[in-house]
């Protein structure tokens, strides 16, 4: 049974730090590009960082650059994003999605709230 389980979210202030983190099971973890994603409420789920299977490649969106960092650890089969100073607009339900030719998997999402 595939599962993806996010964790970390919560509430932070502006230009603060959170780690989040997605356990993997069920499924080849290391053969997979890992994503994050984003929903802010009334928009559209928005990519927000991917990394290849073993690392070697990472892409950001512009909105995210140089703040946040994804990473993973193939042997604990979790997916990392590392989320430092924090901004308002990054307030969103943070998924991460596992992805194989059509082989795709979606978390539950786990809140992040940047508020004063």
């Known amino acids: 049974q595939v599962q993806l389980g996010e964790s970390g979210g919560g509430l932070v202030q502006p230009g603060g730090s959170l780690r989040l983190s997605c356990a993997a099971s069920g499924f080849t973890f290391s053969s997979y590009v890992m994503s994050w994603y984003r929903q802010a409420p009334g928009k559209e789920r928005e990519l927000v960082a991917y990394?290849?299977?073993?690392?070697?490649?990472?892409n950001y969106a512009d909105s995210v650059k140089g703040r946040f960092t994804i990473s993973r650890d193939n042997a604990k089969n979790t997916l990392y994003l590392q989320m430092n100073s924090l901004k308002l607009e990054d307030t969103a339900v943070y998924y991460c999605?596992?992805?194989?030719?059509?082989?795709?998997?979606w978390g539950q999402g786990t809140q992040v709230t940047v508020s004063s």
């Open positions: 990394i290849s299977p073993a690392a070697t490649s990472t």
């Open positions: 999605k596992a992805a194989l030719l059509s082989y795709v998997y």
